[in-house]
């Protein structure tokens, strides 16, 4: 493994705990955790490793369920080098991938752009986002983006335009081993005032519905759009209820599709919650619910 890093200027750390690298707070050790300096740094340990080890990008950790028990592969954290937003024009912004999604949207309200406010909502990075498609309120990232900026197996810097992704809900059609780097984003002109409006009623409406604060993944799972035009929280209330808990794994009393890490929570405890529930939904109403939270094991 160590071969992999000669030369590079980042962080290295072997045997590394990610406990502490998501919001549920659990986790084990993996065998390299790496924090690239620069990307010139990214690009060479990319093409040293190609296709030969596990590669997992840990942005804001506030989506991953990862395994307590000793994980193959690398770990890498993109910093502060790949969070730079910059102006193109009056309505065009660029972003790194490990911006967090709420400096993007206040970036472009201070910029009178409208268009980010979702993202004050949205507790990610940008490399997360466009992964995942992230959205919320009626918006998602596909409605904000022109291109997207990656490093593909090889080593290779790709841009690739919006035209040549296909969006769909909570997913791309992009290669999974793609890491993102940066990403272009066109809003509109607008006014500070009533973009600062827009996002304060966002995040009031969520703050109503969501729990905040606590040892959670955010959306365990996506709603079956395609099954019914029931949300995810209303199958999980009617077939299973908000009173469930395995150890210190148990659902959100406010949200029952937020499930809680109450202390200790092993990844057992919370893997077997979330059978429980996907089982429960299936059972009582025929539909297969599909993971948002990513399981790294």
């Known amino acids: 493994m160590k071969k992999y890093f000669k030369d590079l200027e980042g962080s290295i750390s072997f045997k590394y705990n990610l406990k502490n690298t998501n919001w549920f707070n659990i986790g084990g050790v993996i065998e390299a955790y790496f924090k690239p ?9 990319r093409k040293n ?3 030969k080890e596990k590669i997992y990008i840990i942005g804001a950790g506030s989506n991953l369920l990862i395994s307590d028990k000793g994980i193959n592969g690398i770990a890498i954290k993109l910093g502060s080098n790949f969070s730079n937003i910059s102006k193109v024009n009056e309505t065009t912004l660029i972003a790194g991938a490990s911006t967090i999604d709420k400096k993007l949207s206040e970036y472009a309200m201070e910029n009178e752009i409208s268009g980010f406010e979702f ?3 949205i507790p990610g990075t940008v490399g997360g986002g466009i992964r995942m498609n992230s959205g919320c309120f ?7 983006i022109v291109s997207v900026q990656a490093l593909d ?6 841009s690739i335009p919006k035209e040549k992704i296909e969006f769909s809900y909570r997913k791309i059609n992009l290669n999974p081993n793609l890491i993102f780097l940066s990403a272009t ?5 607008g006014e500070k005032n009533k973009i600062k409006k827009k996002i304060f009623t966002f995040k009031e409406m969520k703050n109503k519905s ?3 604060k606590i040892k959670t993944g955010g959306s365990t799972f996506k709603n079956p759009i395609d099954q019914t035009d029931k949300k995810v929280w209303q199958l999980i209330d009617d077939s299973v209820g908000r009173d469930v808990k395995f150890g210190d794994a148990k659902i959100s009393k406010k949200h029952p599709n937020f499930f809680i890490n109450e202390k200790n929570a092993s990844f057992k405890d919370m893997n077997n919650l979330i059978n429980f529930v996907k089982n429960k939904v299936k059972q009582k109403t025929g539909i297969n619910l599909d993971l948002e ?3 790294i094991k």
């Open 37 to 45: 300096k620069n990307l010139k740094d990214l690009v060479r340990l």
């Open 49 to 51: 490793i190609k296709k």
């Open 119 to 121: 993202l004050s909502c």
């Open 138 to 144: 009626e918006n998602e990232f596909k409605d904000i």
């Open 153 to 158: 197996e090889n080593g290779n810097i790709l």
């Open 185 to 189: 984003f066109k809003g509109k002109k």
């Open 210 to 212: 969501q729990p905040s």
């Open 293 to 295: 939270v990513q399981i």
